[in-house]
């Protein structure tokens, strides 16, 4: 048997049976892609089909090989770019919506996306095109964007239901956002209007937080979201708080700072609390732990009544896209399972950065199983702009083609991979 390549991340992973502890490993054996530059699998291509988008966030794939890919503050009135793969280049078709924004889901004949305050919907024809693209209908309206976690991720279930994410406009609820030793604000009243999941229509126009359900809470921001089709259940990936050492140096050293807390994986169900900001959930100690704006020192264990991750990564990568793989393009151990982009960190310094990578992550039965590996990396360009922080490209939204190929969105340079395999 051929070895593999370990990474020097040790790290706990929770499946259904509880918490696993194993080295995160890449597929074995790596294979230089030239065209994209990217470390991937063998049997395994990867191709840069287009290149020079602007921020381009999220994508949807049409069956008819349409690419729907949303900007956020990209070129002007660049808005929704729309591309058509033509095997191993895309050329762009046309472009409309000139607001700025990062998620895009194509269901059940719409084209959804969302700006920072809005999510809009467009009526899509026979061929999976936007019918009027002047005209969107605004499904919710009037969410709050300030500061910080303006992005408004969403996903959508089969029963005609739309889930957004409104992040918090705020680190760690402190008095002083981000402020060294501020002490954090009691009954934190962000969490009335943000820091959640809520619930909408997704065919009722004109919705605003009086029409739709909180549907989960303590969550302090999230960009990669996605409906488990296997078990019928939303997914969510969430970006942990910064700055324990900074702000907390009696208790944190950088080391500490920079792994601590985990980016986790939640599975939610209605009336779910993820804890935040009252803990945050440590992947070394296998524990939820008390924040210190609320009493923590890095040991007392909180958040009881909080629900635990199903899965726990690295800190700080920021993890943007989240994706099942449903195809049968590539090997079986593939089908079900769940591949994150998690975009890069900026807050590990005087650590080195991490992140910049795809990883995918095992699934049974519904629930993560089993160790990760790194499936794509190589975006940031060296180890020292890794290391850095200043990459290349960062890897943000993911989506599946209609033959089973994986798309892959950068939104520093607006560049889209196609991976693929063959025997």
Known sequence: MKKKKVLSLLLPVMAAGGLILFNALKSDPPKKAADAGLTVPTGFTANVIAENLGVARHIAVTPQGDIYIKTDNSKPNRGIIVLHDNGTTATEKTTFGNFSGTEMVIKNGYLYASSDYDVYRYKLNANNEVIDPNNPEKIVTGLIARRDHRAKAFALDNDGNIYVNIGAYSNSCQIKDRQKGSLGIPNCPILDSAGGVWQFKA????????????????????????WNQQDNQLFLMQHGRDQLAYMFPEHWDNKQS?????ECMYALKKGDNAGWPY???????????????????GKKTGGENAIDPV??????????????YTGSQFPEKYKNGAFIAFHGSWNRAPEPQEGYFVVFQPFKNGKPDGQWEVFADGFAGSPEKKASGRADHKPCGLAQGPDGSLY???????SVYKISYKK
């Open 203 to 226: 065919d009722k126009p004109n919705q605003t937080y009086k029409d739709g359900t909180r549907y989960a809470t303590g969550l302090r921001n999230v960009v990669g979201m996605a």
């Open 258 to 262: 920079a792994l601590l807390p985990a």
């Open 279 to 297: 803990i945050y959930y440590d992947q070394i100690q296998h524990k939820k732990i008390l924040a210190p704006e609320y009493g923590g020192d």
């Open 311 to 324: 899965a726990a990564y690295p800190g700080h990568m920021a993890p943007n896209g989240l994706l099942f």
């Open 408 to 414: 892959v969105t950068d939104d520093v340079k607006g």
